[in-house]
C-alpha cells in the first residue's frame, strides 16, 4: 500500500531558527514529490516539486531535498520567520494521476 | 489571476438538505479534485475527473456526487447530508490527468461544512 509518513507531527521554533521536516514514503512507483504549505483554513500552495533525477530543489528560504533510493525526502526551512507557521504537506505522485498525501507536519514559529 | 475558487466558504446545514459546493477554475485544466481534510487524517480524495464527462471515484466517495458538464466547473454534491461529513473540502486542479512535474496542482480557498 503506498504510505506517506511525516514527522515529527508537530514542532515548536523560536524565531530565527532553522528546522527540517522529514518525509519517508513508500510509493512505488515513483513519479514526484511535493512539498505544500497550508496556512490554517487555507488550501495547501506548492513549495518545491522533485522528480526522481532531483536530488535537491530550493524555494527561497526552503530547500527540499530527496533521496530516491531511501525513499525519504526532507524540507529544511532556514531562519523561520513567524509566517512560516503553518501545515507542510508532503504528496508523493506516483504513475497516473493519484496523489499520496502525508497528513503534514504543524509547524509553529514563536516570537 | 489563475486560480481555483470555491464556494461557499462556510457552511452550516442540517443533516439530510441536499447542498452543493461549487468549484470553477479558469486555468483550463483537465484534471480537477476534491478532497476533505479532517484533523489526524490528512487530505483524501473524494472524486476526481480528467475531462469534460470523466469522473471517477477517490479513497472516500461515499455520500458525494460529482458532474463535469463544462471544463472550468467541477461540483460537489451532498444529497443528504450526515454529520460525519462535517469537514473542510478543498478543490484542486491541475493542467493534465497524468500531472507532469513541471505542474503541480492548484488548491482553492477551502468549504467548512458542518452538518448538525
Known amino acids: 500500500k503506498n504510505q506517506v509518513e511525516q514527522s515529527p507531527q508537530s514542532l515548536i521554533i523560536l524565531e530565527g531558527k532553522n528546522c527540517t521536516l522529514q518525509?519517508?514514503?513508500?510509493?512505488?512507483?515513483?513519479?514526484?514529490l511535493r512539498w505544500y504549505k497550508q496556512d490554517t483554513g487555507r488550501g495547501p500552495v506548492s513549495l518545491t516539486i522533485m522528480t526522481f533525477s532531483e536530488n535537491t530543489k530550493s524555494n527561497g528560504r526552503y530547500t527540499a531535498t530527496l533521496d530516491a533510493d531511501t525513499k525519504q525526502s526532507s524540507l529544511h526551512i532556514t531562519a523561520s520567520q513567524l509566517s512560516d507557521s503553518a501545515s507542510y504537506i508532503c504528496?508523493?505522485?506516483?504513475?497516473?494521476?493519484?496523489?499520496?498525501f502525508g497528513k503534514g507536519t504543524s509547524l509553529l514559529v514563536t516570537p | 489571476e489563475a486560480q481555483v475558487t470555491q464556494n461557499p466558504r462556510y457552511l452550516i446545514t442540517v443533516t439530510g438538505k441536499k447542498l452543493t459546493v461549487t468549484c470553477s477554475q479558469n486555468?483550463?485544466?483537465?484534471?480537477m479534485s476534491w478532497y476533505r481534510q479532517d484533523p489526524g487524517l490528512g487530505l483524501r480524495q473524494i472524486y476526481y475527473s480528467m475531462n469534460v464527462e470523466v469522473t471517477d471515484k477517490g479513497d472516500v466517495p461515499e455520500g458525494y456526487k460529482v458532474s463535469r458538464k463544462e471544463k472550468r466547473n467541477f461540483p460537489l454534491i451532498l444529497e443528504s447530508p450526515s454529520p460525519n461529513q462535517t469537514s473542510l473540502y478543498f478543490c484542486?486542479?491541475?493542467?493534465?490527468?497524468?500531472?507532469?512535474?513541471?505542474?503541480?496542482?492548484?488548491f482553492g480557498s477551502g468549504t467548512r461544512l458542518t452538518v448538525v
Open positions: 486555468m483550463n485544466h483537465e484534471y
Open positions: 484542486a486542479s491541475s493542467l493534465f490527468s497524468v500531472g507532469r512535474a513541471d505542474y503541480g496542482y492548484t
Open positions: 518525509c519517508n514514503y513508500t510509493v512505488s512507483p515513483f513519479s514526484n
Open positions: 504528496v508523493v505522485k506516483s504513475s497516473g494521476y493519484a496523489l499520496n
